[in-house]
């Protein structure tokens, strides 16, 4: 038996115990995180040096790709160099910091999408209140507020969760440190605080997808209103991009239906949801968006 606080670091999931079954897979990491890197680099590049570019979908996309370097730079990274030199461990300070930052990044980038949905519902739904509601200052203090929302949950998630003492090994079922893995090496009912934040979390989260539906309902009916076909198309083209990404980030992250319990099949859907998106993000945004493409 140990506690928290005898525990020094805890043991991730591998992905593959024969060895070229491992650089396989650090190859692969490789490859996806460049890309990402690459991506959304020429994302934030392109709508930070061009002024043609600085309204609000794209400083709002300008962030989005902020978090999703952040966000896969938070997990991929390790799970390269645990594949490449065959070692599972990662330091208590290491996984608490992973823990909190991939946390940060993953709720910064869900409230961010329910802003854009937003933005996109008053470009075609009152075109007119565009720039009064949109302003420069607006869009600071939404961007600030789902930066700040997401600091807030992830700073008491992760005292509330390394709060808890530890008495059941310091193995982790995944490859990077998340609560669900942490709280399975709870010895008390004490995390059931977690629990119940967690609860609050998904509420919140419940209540960011339902606005997002109801935006695009209003978009919509109000699409369908637009007499000319070529005027539909347009509005249709300018939310697809966004609707795409939403799309992804759900799907991915309710993959395995619930009744299901396995480690590999957990695995397997985290990487889809930490890996994935911030990858494809900048292919999303970028393949119909000739302004994007002029910039690059």
């Known amino acids: 038996m140990s506690n928290s606080s005898s525990i020094t670091k805890f043991l991730l999931l591998a992905f593959a ?4 079954l491992q650089l396989l897979h650090f ?9 990402a890197l690459l991506g959304n680099g020429l994302i934030i590049t392109a709508v930070a040096c061009d002024h043609h570019l600085h309204t609000p979908m794209y400083f709002f996309l300008l962030s989005l790709s902020v978090l999703d370097l952040g966000s896969i730079s938070t997990t991929l990274p390790k799970a390269m160099a645990n594949s490449l030199w065959d070692n ?8 608490a910091a992973q823990l909190f930052f991939f946390f940060f990044f993953i709720s910064a980038e869900y ?4 802003v854009m949905a937003y933005d996109r519902y008053v470009a075609i739904c009152k075109p007119l209140h565009y720039g009064i509601l949109l302003g420069s200052r607006a869009c600071v203090h939404m961007a600030a507020a789902a930066w700040g929302s997401a600091f807030l949950y992830a700073v008491l998630h992760t005292a509330n969760t390394f709060s808890l003492p530890l008495c059941r090994g310091n193995a982790l079922e995944q490859f990077f440190c998340e609560i669900p893995q942490i709280l399975k090496l709870s010895c008390s009912d004490s995390y059931l605080r977690e629990v119940g934040l967690i609860v609050v979390c998904f509420c919140l989260g419940l209540g960011c997808f339902v606005f997002i539906v109801v935006s695009y309902v209003q978009f919509f009916r109000a699409m369908l209103r637009i007499p000319s076909e070529q005027g539909r198309h347009k509005a249709f083209s300018t939310c697809l991009p966004h609707l795409a990404v939403v799309s992804l980030y759900v799907s991915t992250a309710h993959l395995k239906p619930p009744s299901i319990s396995s480690p590999s099949l957990d695995l397997v859907v985290s990487f889809l949801h930490s890996v994935i998106p911030p990858a494809v993000n900048p292919l999303i945004y970028s393949m119909r968006n000739q302004e994007l493409k002029d910039a690059l």
């Open 111 to 114: 409230y961010l999408l329910t």
């Open 27 to 35: 190859s692969l990491f490789l490859g996806i995180y460049l890309a």
């Open 17 to 20: 115990d024969m060895r070229e």
């Open 88 to 95: 599972r461990a990662i330091s208590y300070q290491g996984c």
